[in-house]
């Protein structure tokens, strides 16, 4: 998509991955503001879904106390990208009738409620860093989950140098999958939905789509 | 999309707003299998995201077991185009740390577990017909849910004739809302992120986009 901008177009990089250093949201917010002031239409162009951990809230709301009109434009979740790429559903009939998109702690600093995530039966997509998955992974079998569940932790989905494990959360949580090695961005993916990866040999890119 | 689809690509539809008796999904596999022996390259197109209550784990193994290779290209669940669409986000600092989409029970029969559901505080899509909603707020507020928590009715969300109503549980399980009047389909969204509709003026299609 970024190919795409057309040479003539202003860009404003404000993200980590673009090499400099990121801005705070309030950095972001006063960046927007300033560019619709100086005319013309933006595009604040985010990866995945603006709306799950992508801080719309936060934009909209600046943008409004500023009465700057907008149009929201929804967009694919890591989540469900990491799904259709590794070729499993996030709801199965019979496997699982919800699925949750979570981070690993509350903005209040407090923790996921974690055994009700667990009773919900729910598949569960963590949105968080490799570092804090072993912890995570602890907290969900003491929750109540089954030790042996699987999880799927995908980095770099829809990219190049992407990579697929597929563990279980004893695995996990005893540290036997070194995490440190995994590239990021990374998504994980617990539930009986991921495994087994029944379809490998089937799967890959259709030309015509390429 | 349907609008941009070549007059000499052949078109087998399989849905319910096709104006066709709907097929069983056992039916749809058949079709799957039928016309990609047929040749060529075959699109099985679906409304949303496919791993989202999508059956496509059905069809994947359907595939597989046919020995067809296939690729699966996510797409935008129901969801975050209503959250884009009506201008809040499903996940926010201080007011959601997940979000979950589910359906009103599971494939054996028996109800979600509501009060889990409600101990995540997780923002709550529900992908399922009117008729059910006003027993499922009397169930969440049974389980712990605020009888004000704001629950959001989207109807044809990104269509002509959408429709959005701003209500609350309580009033949605005691009849004050009628559910027989909203279009199909539906998705409702309960959570404190869905009100209030604070950028209602500001939002709306901008022209660069339409």
Not at 172 to 185: E, F, H, N
Request: charged letters at 15%; proline letters at 6%.
């Amino acid at each position: 998509m970024l190919a795409e901008i057309p040479a003539t177009t202003k860009i404003v990089p404000v993200g980590k991955r673009c090499g400099v250093h990121s801005m705070t949201q309030d950095e972001i917010n006063a960046v927007l503001v300033r560019e619709v002031r100086q005319g013309g239409l933006i595009v604040r162009l985010k990866g995945g879904d603006p709306g799950v951990f992508g801080r719309l809230g936060e934009e909209m709301d600046h943008l409004a106390a500023h009465g700057i009109p907008f149009e929201v434009v929804p967009g694919v979740t890591a989540a469900t990208a990491a799904g259709a790429d590794a070729a499993f559903p996030l709801t199965h009939r019979g496997k699982a009738a919800s699925v949750t998109f979570l981070t690993g702690h509350c903005a209040d600093g407090s923790d996921q409620n974690w055994k009700a995530h667990v009773e919900t039966g729910a598949t569960l997509c963590l949105y968080m860093g490799a570092k804090a998955l072993p912890s995570v992974a602890t907290k969900l079998i003491a929750a109540g989950a089954q030790a042996d569940l699987p999880i799927r932790l995908l980095s770099k989905v829809s990219q190049e140098g992407s990579s697929d494990v597929l563990t279980t959360l004893t695995d996990l949580a005893s540290g036997k999958v070194d995490v440190s090695v995994l590239p990021t961005p990374l998504i994980a993916v617990v539930g009986a939905v991921v495994a087994p990866p029944r379809h490998a040999g089937l799967m890959g890119r259709i030309a015509a789509f390429a």
